[in-house]
T-cell receptor
Framework: NAGVTQTPKFQVLKTGQSMTLQCAQD?????MYWYRQDPGMGLRLIYY???????DKGEVPNGYNVSRLNKREFSLRLESAAPSQTSVYFC????????????FGDGTRLSIL | KQEVTQIPAALSVPEGENLVLNCSFT??????LQWFRQDPGKGLTSLLL?????REQTSGRLNASLDKSSGRSTLYIAASQPGDSATYLC?????????????FGKGTKLSVKP
């Protein structure tokens, strides 16, 4: 039971570099989400995707882009990384029929120097 | 805009004690409220989800309540164990389905001492 899988688990970047965080779920969920978790700030929504081919901004979208490649995969891209984007990034998915909880991956710990 | 607050930020109790974690929210038009557990270096694990039409949910030693009129939810943990040590997060959603974006509190870090 893999659930939600995020890669990589850890990454260190230099300011200005780009990278893509990968997320895949094997639960046939329609909706997928990207959050960031910062000390003292809690989790905040970056982007979400209600279905394949659709994406919408969350609370803190600036500096990020996303792609819903297919129903399983939802990637988050940092085009030009900044130190303020140092954070732990979580991907989640949701079976949006009925009142169901979101399922979370184990996170990607990203440091930008 | 929905805001979620958790107090206290940290709590330390001896093993065996019953305890209550508190969560408050500002918008009573809440669709559901969820409690999660987060272990260090790990993702979030859903513990309980309470729909707006419900007053409480139970799972094993855990009981979560929801009072929309007062804007409060509590997570009751009975007979606490060292394995319960973790950060507990509550999150509210004002909509269902794919639009049900979660608004999180900052969490309560629980330490249960043997």
């Amino acid at each position: 039971n893999a659930g939600v899988t995020q890669t990589p688990k850890f990454q260190v970047l230099k300011t200005g570099q780009s990278m893509t965080l990968q997320c895949a779920q094997d639960m046939n969920h329609n909706s997928m989400y990207w959050y960031r978790q910062d000390p003292g700030m809690g989790l905040r929504l970056i982007y979400y995707s209600a279905s394949e081919g659709t994406t919408d901004k969350g609370e803190v979208p600036n500096g990020y882009n996303v792609s819903r490649l297919n129903k399983r995969e939802f990637s988050l891209r940092l085009e030009s990384a900044a130190p303020s984007q140092t954070s732990v990034y979580f991907c989640a998915s949701l079976r949006d029929r009925g009142n169901q909880p979101q399922h979370f991956g184990d996170g990607t710990r990203l440091s930008i120097l | 805009k929905q805001e979620v607050t958790q107090i206290p930020a940290a709590l330390s109790v001896p093993e065996g004690e019953n305890l209550v974690l508190n969560c408050s929210f500002t918008d009573s038009a809440i669709y559901n409220l969820q409690w999660f557990r987060q272990d260090p270096g790990k993702g979030l694990t859903s513990l309980l989800l309470i729909q707006s039409s419900q007053r409480e949910q139970t799972s094993g030693r855990l009981n979560a309540s929801l009072d929309k009129s007062s804007g409060r939810s509590t997570l009751y943990i009975a007979a606490s164990q060292p394995g319960d040590s973790a950060t507990y997060l509550c999150a509210g959603s004002n909509y269902g389905g794919s639009q049900g974006n979660l608004i999180f509190g900052k969490g309560t870090k629980l330490s249960v001492k043997p």
